[in-house]
């Protein structure tokens, strides 16, 4: 799947050590490291995958969770086709945030980005300090789409990463997104075609000397 028709920049979003560099790399390297660092800046991978019959690029970047790295990461909400908000479902406090990290997200990203809500750490569920039911009505009251995780096992990591591309490609589809608006987070790769009218047909015929 070496050529693709659009590529999808993302935004992995959420606080400081609930498992966004770990999604990534389960992600695009399908592998885990338990003792993984906590990214300073950002971190950035990519993943060419098939969409609705389309192959497409996906472009990730991992953000810091830390409030110092905050100014650096809200440069990248900026032409985002697609945030993923992270909390870890053993931290009740990852999850209290989500309200601020989501205001951050809808204050620099353009209207159409798709937000996803993830719970990570599924592996640990008999450790949970939110529910299921609790963190589907938060993504319900905001609309986002939502799904719980595991970066460690790879459980529904996936279904997470296409469950928001395929949302993506439909607001491509429907015309929500706009391909041509500087911030939509989405480049074509497909090659542009020119419509000529009628009219221009008979204009260039009236001028032909031959």
């Not at 003792?35 to 800046?41: A, E, K, L, W, Y």
């Not at 640990?124 to 970066?151: C, H, M, P, T």
Request: charged share 25%; hydrophobic share 35%; net charge positive.
């Amino acid at each position: 799947m070496s050529q693709f028709e659009y590529i999808f920049k993302y935004i992995i979003i959420g606080d400081m050590g609930v498992g966004k560099s770990c999604l990534l790399h389960q992600f695009t390297e399908k592998r885990f490291q338990e003792d993984q660092p906590h990214t300073i800046g950002v971190e950035f991978g990519t993943r060419v995958c098939e969409v609705n019959g389309k192959v497409i690029k996906l472009q990730i970047w991992d953000t810091a969770g830390q409030e110092r790295f905050r100014a650096v990461t809200r440069s990248y909400y900026r032409g985002a086709a697609g945030a993923i908000m992270v909390y870890d479902i053993t931290r009740r406090s990852s999850f209290n945030h989500l309200a601020t990290w989501l205001t951050d997200a809808r204050n620099h990203t353009n209207p159409s980005t798709v937000m996803m809500l993830i719970g990570n750490k599924l592996d640990l569920a008999k450790q949970r300090e939110v529910s299921f039911e609790e963190a589907e009505a938060f993504s319900k009251d905001n609309g986002l789409i939502y799904l719980e995780v595991s970066a460690k096992t790879g459980t529904n990591v996936e279904e997470a990463f296409l469950r928001t591309a395929r949302k993506i490609y439909d607001n491509i589809q429907s015309g929500a997104l706009d391909l041509n608006a500087a911030e939509s987070g989405v480049v074509s790769n497909k090659p542009r075609t020119t419509k000529v009218k009628a009219t221009d047909k008979a204009a260039a015929a009236s001028s032909c000397s031959c």
